[in-house]
């Protein structure tokens, strides 16, 4: 595991990233204590957790709304939008 220092992060940060997307961890030190670990993510497992909390979201109806039901936005006949006043000084 790469030490590295918060002031060393810092002023290297484009080089730490490009070890972390390699796949090295890096422990981060603040004044010689460490504070954290930095570690590249599973781009596979975020990817099949997306996908596993949207397929939830949609059993529970929150994204299975049809298209039809914006279809008034594109009916040029409604009206109501033409009757509606604006208050002056708005």
Same mark, same amino acid.
């Given at each position: 595991?790469?030490?590295?220092?918060?002031?060393?992060?810092?002023?290297?940060?484009?080089?730490?990233?490009?070890?972390?997307?390699? %796949?090295?961890?890096?422990?981060?030190?603040?004044? %010689?204590?460490?504070?954290?670990?930095?570690?590249?993510?599973?781009?596979?497992?975020?990817? /099949?957790?997306?996908?596993?909390?949207?397929?939830?979201? /949609?059993?529970?109806?929150?994204?299975?709304?049809?298209?039809?039901?914006?279809?008034?936005?594109?009916?040029?006949?409604?009206?109501?939008?033409?009757?509606? /006043?604006? /208050?002056?000084?708005?």
């Amino acid at each position: 595991m790469y030490r590295v220092g918060a002031r060393e992060l810092k002023q290297h940060t484009g080089e730490i990233i490009a070890r972390i997307q390699r %796949g090295e961890r890096v422990l981060l030190t603040f004044r %010689g204590s460490p504070i954290a670990v930095i570690s590249p993510v599973d781009q596979r497992r975020i990817e /099949e957790s997306v996908e596993q909390e949207a397929r939830k979201a /949609e059993s529970l109806g929150w994204l299975a709304l049809s298209e039809s039901a914006f279809a008034f936005w594109d009916n040029e006949e409604d009206q109501v939008w033409d009757q509606v /006043e604006v /208050e002056p000084g708005r």
